[in-house]
């Protein structure tokens, strides 16, 4: 699945080093200016649709209509696998640029297998998420082989969704009641 671009690989990549050089310029100078916050809300819709707000952006999430949604959007376990994917082709474009070696394509497939019934409290010694998550990763472009592993190697340390799923990460929840109308 490729989706047509007026941008050449050469020309992607040459704008991927130039952001790259800034962004490392930047950070080597002002490390403080490295750390960044990620924002996204939501409010629960009809049946069990959610509309997020990402920056400028809205995401739709919803479940299948055996869940109860109306199968309008992926679902969320969907969309964290998206999550990973998505990141997977970032981090291996501006790698392949960082290092200097030709990426044409990079395409990913990621699958989870997720027992439900922890979702569903049927048996709570079985979790809730992911037990498995598969990826596959193809890569093209002229160079050799051995430098196709020397990217990989390298996306698979500085992915951040990547290392969001396999590294056990501080997560706190708060939860409020709001106040009833009138």
Excluded: N
Excluded at 8 to 16: G, K, M, P
Excluded at 143 to 164: G, I, K, M, W
């Amino acid at each position: 699945m490729s989706v047509e671009s007026d941008v050449s690989a050469a020309e992607r990549d040459e704008t991927v080093r130039r952001t790259l050089g800034s962004a490392a310029a930047k950070f080597t100078e002002h490390p403080e200016r490295a750390s960044a916050t990620f924002r996204a809300s939501g409010v629960g819709g009809a049946g069990m649709r959610t509309d997020i707000r990402i920056g400028a952006h809205t995401v739709v999430i919803d479940e299948p209509a055996g869940l109860g949604g109306a199968d309008a959007a992926p679902s969320p376990v969907e969309m964290a696998l998206a999550a990973l994917l998505a990141c997977q082709v970032v981090t291996y474009r501006v790698w392949a640029a960082k290092l200097g070696i030709p990426l044409d394509d990079v395409s990913v497939d990621v699958e989870g297998d997720l027992d439900r019934r922890g979702f569903f409290g049927v048996d709570d010694a079985v979790r809730a998420g992911f037990t498995d998550v598969r990826v596959v990763v193809t890569l093209s472009g002229p160079a050799d082989p051995q430098r196709y592993q020397e990217l990989a190697s390298a996306v698979d340390a500085h992915c951040p969704v990547l290392d969001t799923f396999q590294s056990p990460i501080p997560v706190t929840v708060e939860h409020r009641v709001a106040a009833k109308a009138g």
